[in-house]
T-cell receptor, first 114, second 114 residues
Framework: EAGVTQFPSHSVIEKGQTVTLRCDPI?????LYWYRRVMGKEIKFLLH????????ESGMPNNRFLAERTGGTYSTLKVQPAELEDSGVYFC????????????FGQGTRLTVV | AQSVTQLGSHVSVSEGALVLLRCNYS??????LFWYVQYPNQGLQLLLK??????LVKGINGFEAEFKKSETSFHLTKPSAHMSDAAEYFC????????????FGKGITLSVRP
């Protein structure tokens, strides 16, 4: 069974450009999460989808970030326009919809804004 | 609100020595606690989790952790380190289990010397 897949694995863009990150969760997992780790800092929660609905988006840093999960399958996270401080590793995770289930993480997308 | 403290950023042990990685948490309600590991070029993998059952939790690869409410700690141990244990380890807390947002510590890099 395929795990959580994220792509691209790396992205280098210039300040002001737009980047879209994609996450394919494990098939059947209704819960999908985005996290971000800025260099030297903690991994921080961005948002949580249950199917196609945003359950909790309290961690989204500002309105330059837009997450979507159309159809409740894969999700995209768009950063527009990108700023230098957006650099970091973006992780996606998915889990089944019940308590005490494991969240499975993808390998992450390393975003560098120059 | 909850938080996680992992003191230090790097631990080095000799192969065969005891591994002890410390984690302290704060939470306003009984927490769910997790240890994740990230091997180079891989995603986060769940090592073990505490979900209010037994206070001594056994995980994969010979790791275990003990929940101590009085000390608000959830330290990770392994009796004998192996070279393959070299990785970054993250302690995390959530209020309602894996299907809600995780709050991570800063992570600790474990090196194992031959």
């Amino acid at each position: 069974e395929a795990g959580v897949t994220q792509f691209p694995s790396h992205s280098v863009i210039e300040k002001g450009q737009t980047v879209t990150l994609r996450c394919d969760p494990i098939s059947g997992h209704d819960n999908l999460y985005w996290y971000r780790r800025v260099m030297g800092k903690e991994i921080k929660f961005l948002l949580h989808f249950v199917k196609e609905s945003k359950q909790d988006e309290s961690g989204m840093p500002n309105n330059r970030f837009l997450a979507e999960r159309t159809g409740g399958t894969y999700s995209t996270l768009k950063v527009q326009p990108a700023e230098l401080e957006d650099s970091g590793v973006y992780f996606c995770a998915s889990s089944l919809g019940t308590l005490n289930t494991e969240a499975f993480f993808g390998q992450g997308t390393r975003l560098t804004v120059v | 609100a909850q938080s996680v403290t992992q003191l230090g950023s790097h631990v080095s042990v000799s192969e065969g020595a005891l591994v002890l990685l410390r984690c302290n948490y704060s939470s306003s309600v009984p927490p769910y606690l997790f240890w994740y590991v990230q091997y180079p070029n891989q995603g986060l993998q769940l090592l073990l989790k505490y979900t209010s059952a037994a206070t001594l939790v056994k995980g994969i690869n010979g790791f275990e952790a003990e929940f101590k409410k009085s000390e608000t700690s959830f330290h990770l141990t392994k009796p004998s380190a192996h070279m393959s244990d070299a990785a970054e380890y993250f302690c995390a807390v959530s209020l309602t289990g894996a299907n809600s947002k995780l709050t991570f510590g800063k992570g600790i890099t474990l090196s194992v010397r031959p």
